[in-house]
T-cell receptor
Framework: RKEVEQDPGPFNVPEGATVAFNCTYS??????FFWYRQDCRKEPKLLMS???SGNEDGRFTAQLNRASQYISLLIRDSKLSDSATYLC???????????FGKGTTLSVSS | DAGVIQSPRHEVTEMGQEVTLRCKPI?????LFWYRQTMMRGLELLIY????????DSGMPEDRFSAKMPNASFSTLKIQPSEPRDSAVYFC????????????FGPGTRLLVL
């Protein structure tokens, strides 16, 4: 079983749509969780951390379910500029390195 | 801040040649990570250093790969001899020890081995 699994997509949505991405992770000892964004031919960049209580940053909402080892990202009112690959990320057991999913590709069209 | 600097940005070489990738982390960061990204396998951690010391190299694919960090401001990833299956984008990232959530990536080196 892969350590972090994501639906690769692509998710093709119109502007203004709400879209949700999910991911599962295998190591119950992982302590920290993140969503990274990667634009085409660019480096990954931190989008937001994910907390057990859920957290929101503008149009983006992240949720964590530790019992199910499940992480989600919700994007409301999608913009063209949201088109990118979204990487689900967890820390290793020691908390010293990041483990990346292969990413989910989002394409927002006008 | 200049961010993480990687060189070269692109490298095309022939099978069997030695390839050296270079990285300058963000000043003050004391953790450095090397990753490889391919369509098939995604982003994989190859090795990471804390305070210039290699901590975990379990992701290094085989003995053809080696990495060094002679000082806090420079690291190299060497492939010798290179093979076509090494073709990928190689990213370097840095952070503070204990600050894994603030890991910053360089722009990457696109390697093509013919």
């Amino acid at each position: 079983r892969k350590e972090v699994e994501q639906d690769p997509g692509p998710f093709n949505v119109p502007e203004g749509a709400t879209v949700a991405f999910n991911c599962t992770y295998s190591n119950s000892a992982s302590q920290s969780f993140f969503w990274y964004r990667q634009d085409c031919r660019k480096e990954p960049k931190l989008l937001m951390s994910v907390y057990s209580s859920g957290n929101e940053d503008g149009r983006f909402t992240a949720q964590l379910n530790r019992a199910s080892q499940y992480i989600s990202l919700l994007i409301r009112d999608s913009k063209l500029s949201d088109s990118a690959t979204y990487l689900c990320v967890v820390t290793n057991q020691a908390g010293t390195a990041l483990i990346f999913g292969k990413g989910t590709t989002l394409s927002v069209s006008s | 801040d200049a961010g993480v600097i990687q060189s070269p940005r692109h490298e095309v070489t022939e099978m069997g040649q030695e390839v050296t990738l270079r990285c300058k982390p963000i000043s003050g960061h004391n953790s450095l990570f090397w990753y490889r990204q391919t369509m098939m396998r995604g982003l994989e951690l190859l090795i990471y250093f804390n305070n210039n010391v290699p901590i975990d190299d379990s992701g290094m694919p085989e003995d053809r790969f080696s990495a060094k960090m002679p000082n806090a401001s420079f690291s190299t990833l060497k492939i010798q001899p290179s093979e076509p299956r090494d073709s990928a984008v190689y990213f370097c990232a840095s952070s503070l020890v204990g600050g894994i959530e603030t890991q910053y990536f360089g722009p990457g080196t696109r390697l093509l081995v013919l």
